[in-house]
């Protein structure tokens, strides 16, 4: 026997493993001493080795961690003593003395504590078997309540781990704290996925009355999850539907939900008319790789009337307005994109371009072999109809526009020269052509001819990048430790004469919407096909950066871009220079952060838009946001009066127990609360709930107010973590 250092130990043990039992075990048997202090006593004659002072074995995925372990290398059998840990396919095992086998993954011990989330036992005199790898211990307790004294355990004679995928408890009894509650003759669990569990939030709303949300919740396996929603509004009636949930690694993921409400009090729609009582909600999408590069996505999204989601599904009406449906197929090559995208008009309130279909193919930008010219395009094909709600007239919708269809043709190809002049220099030279072939429109709104319609563009797009490096600035106001300042002017020119055919001629298929921000001025990236006419334009761009150390690395201390155009010859609905837009990020301290977003326009001299938030997050315990969004009257039309809005949030946790959350949404134009609402939150151990408390000042109807709670096991979670922060609405029942 011979004392040795036990890393060299290791790497005699890894060598003579690996020559002896190469042939036969794959699997090596990895040895590492946790402490350099550690000693091993190794038995030449029967390869048996002992290790003190901390070791840690590993054999494929299973780790056990010991402070001392006598390891039988032929047999893979460990004896470990002392804050012992076995982990192996997410189960853990713990124990102060434990026998195991990785090979057969036998153990035995006298007292241990195992678990596999969400459930933890512990008992006395584990057994195991080699065939099935069962393990059964007697005056066994088990628990989902993650805590040195649980609030509720169930003490058992007997239980039997089938480890990742069930528990069985026999002469089993529930208690609460240190009191026997009810006695279990036989319990099982599952340990896969999550088993099955309900879902309820109870509460009160002006528009609904008293209401309870349920669903009941079934997790087949990981692949396939169910849901049955059953809810009821007193003023409004029941509602009920089934979810689907699947995942599979084959055939792809999605999810199918229904929905089906006998509204007692529907009301009116916007347009003044009457909302039927059925009402009815379809959402199902499904994606899928079909082989390597090749993907599909479809999705439909069906409601019977346009106001179902924001009656009944709020959170998912902010975040889509207007959802689409539509089946798309993609296929990627390493220079080259193809795409097919199908969409028709599923809800008849909705304005929609239906494509059925529109082929596109897209030439990513590549070289031309070794010339220093670039090339890249797109082209598609399809036919379009451009379809209208379909909505009775009336005082506020006095006409209809009609429909139209027409097939369209469209091929794009551009050539680029990137050079970089004097090493510091960026010009990027381009000159390109468009060609599209329009059909004669059809339907009972066409007014356009067959069309055929040439574009050339040109231009470039100068930049440079300058940094200035200063090692030795510091402060501790702003939290610097050094400073970096990038800045990188741009000026892109884009020339466009007029076409031979101007869009008033054409369908409107992709037309030019309306926006608050710079359209794109170069293509592709300019989208609008139909919308295409004639730009003499340069657009300035300025972006600053200012970098420091702090703790988690480089970090920014402030970032600023400007941009704007100057619009050498603009077109009749333009004017010479565009608004001057400004993002200014501000970051003094690593927990707190200012925005400021500015649109200035300099043909009226006035600011048309600014944003400004300010968030301080200093530490988990609390934190305030508060920002104020203006935007002036009368931009797009004597009934638009602009907004001075004021937006609030504070978060503040009191202790490990309880926590809560307040927002407001102030207009101070008419100083009106638009919105406000008040959560506190509890953590009750396995649980965790949320009383929240939501006011609205509506402009038109009456006011609607909201207070319901929501119940959550932590074993099984409701939503995900912060998920409410960003869909507050979650909380009162929402999706």
Request: overall charge neutral.
């Amino acid at each position: 026997m011979k004392k040795l250092r036990a890393r060299m130990c290791c790497l005699v043990l890894l060598c003579a493993s690996s020559v002896a039992r190469a042939a036969d075990e794959p699997v090596p048997l990895i040895i590492e001493a946790r402490d350099r202090t550690g000693e091993v006593d190794f038995h030449m004659e029967t390869g048996v080795v002992t290790y003190t002072n901390g070791v840690t074995v590993r054999y494929g995925k299973a780790i056990l961690s010991a402070d001392q372990a006598t390891i039988n290398e032929a047999t893979t059998e460990v004896l470990a003593v002392g804050h012992v840990r076995i982990q192996h396919d997410g189960q853990v095992w713990n124990g102060d003395r434990i026998l195991y086998n990785f090979t057969t993954r036998q153990l035995a011990t006298t007292e241990f504590r195992t678990g596999q989330r969400p459930f933890f036992v512990s008992g006395h005199g584990l057994e195991s078997t080699i065939t099935n790898h069962i393990y059964t211990t007697t005056n066994a307790v088990m628990t989902t309540d993650d805590y040195a004294e649980p609030g509720y355990t169930v003490h058992a004679k007997r239980i039997t781990i089938f480890p990742g995928k069930r528990i069985e408890a026999k002469g089993a009894t529930l208690w609460l704290g240190k009191v026997p509650i009810f006695y279990l003759p036989y319990m099982r669990r599952s340990l896969e996925y999550h088993p099955n569990f309900w879902t309820v939030t109870p509460g009160y709303r002006s528009l609904f009355g008293p209401y309870l949300l349920t669903a009941y919740h079934y997790h087949w396996s990981p692949e396939l999850e169910t849901a049955l929603n059953l809810d009821y509004r007193l003023k409004r009636g029941p509602g009920v539907g089934p979810d689907i949930i699947w995942n599979s690694p084959k055939y792809g993921e999605g999810k199918f939900r229904y929905y089906f409400t006998r509204d007692d009090d529907p009301g009116l729609s916007p347009m003044l008319q009457q909302i039927p009582q059925n009402r009815q909600r379809v959402w199902f999408s499904h994606s899928a790789t079909l082989r390597t590069n090749l993907t599909a996505k479809a999705v439909v999204r069906w409601q019977s009337d346009a106001q179902m989601t924001r009656d009944f599904f709020e959170s998912e009406h902010r975040d889509n307005l207007q959802p689409s449906s539509f089946l798309e197929l993609n296929q990627d090559w390493s220079n080259w994109n193809l795409n097919l995208y199908a969409q028709a008009q599923v809800n008849k309130f909705q304005e929609t371009v239906e494509r059925l279909p529109d082929v596109k193919l897209t030439g990513l930008r590549q070289e031309l072999g070794q010339s220093p010219f670039y090339y890249d395009s797109e082209s598609s094909v399809g036919y379009y109809r451009h379809v209208w709600p379909d909505i009775p007239t009336n005082s506020f919708y006095p006409f209809r526009p009609l429909p139209y269809e027409a097939a369209r043709a469209d091929t794009f190809h551009q050539i680029l020269v990137p050079l970089n002049l004097f090493g510091w220099l960026n010009v990027a030279p381009r000159v390109g052509g468009r060609f599209t072939y329009y059909g004669e429109a059809n339907g009972s709104g066409a007014t356009t001819l067959e069309e055929t319609r040439g574009v050339f563009n040109t231009g470039v797009e100068v930049s440079f990048k300058a940094s200035r490096l200063w090692r030795h600035a510091r402060s501790t106001l702003l939290d610097v430790d050094g400073l970096r300042h990038i800045i990188e002017p741009t000026i892109n020119y884009t020339f466009v004469p007029r076409p031979n055919v101007t869009p008033n001629r054409l369908p409107q298929f992709d037309a030019e919407l309306p926006s608050y921000w710079l359209l794109p001025i170069t293509y592709p990236d300019y989208n609008a096909i139909d919308g295409i006419d004639s730009q003499n334009v340069l657009r300035f761009g300025l972006h600053n950066r200012l970098q420091t150390k702090r703790e988690d690395g480089v970090d920014y201390l402030a970032s600023w871009s400007l941009l704007t155009d100057w619009r050498l010859k603009p077109r009749a609905n333009q004017t010479t220079f565009a608004h001057i837009y400004s993002d200014l990020d501000f970051k003094p301290r690593s927990w707190l952060h200012m925005e400021q977003i500015t649109r200035y326009n300099p043909n009226q001299r006035r600011l048309q838009e600014m944003t400004h938030i300010a968030t301080v997050h200093p530490s988990s315990a609390w934190s305030v946001s508060v920002g104020h969004r203006y935007r002036d009257k009368y931009e797009f039309g004597p009934d638009d009066f602009g907004t001075s809005l004021i937006l609030s949030s504070v978060a503040v946790r009191f202790s490990e127990n309880w926590a809560a959350r307040a927002t407001h949404q102030f207009e101070a134009r008419d100083g009106r609360m638009e919105e406000q609402s008040y959560t506190l939150y509890r953590d009750m151990r396995s649980w965790t709930s949320a009383l929240t408390f939501r006011f609205r000042e509506n402009r038109a109807g009456r006011d609607d107010y909201t207070i319901a709670v929501t119940f959550s096991i932590k074993a099984f979670p409701r939503y995900g973590l912060g998920r409410d922060i960003d869909r507050p609405s979650l909380l009162l029942g929402g999706w």
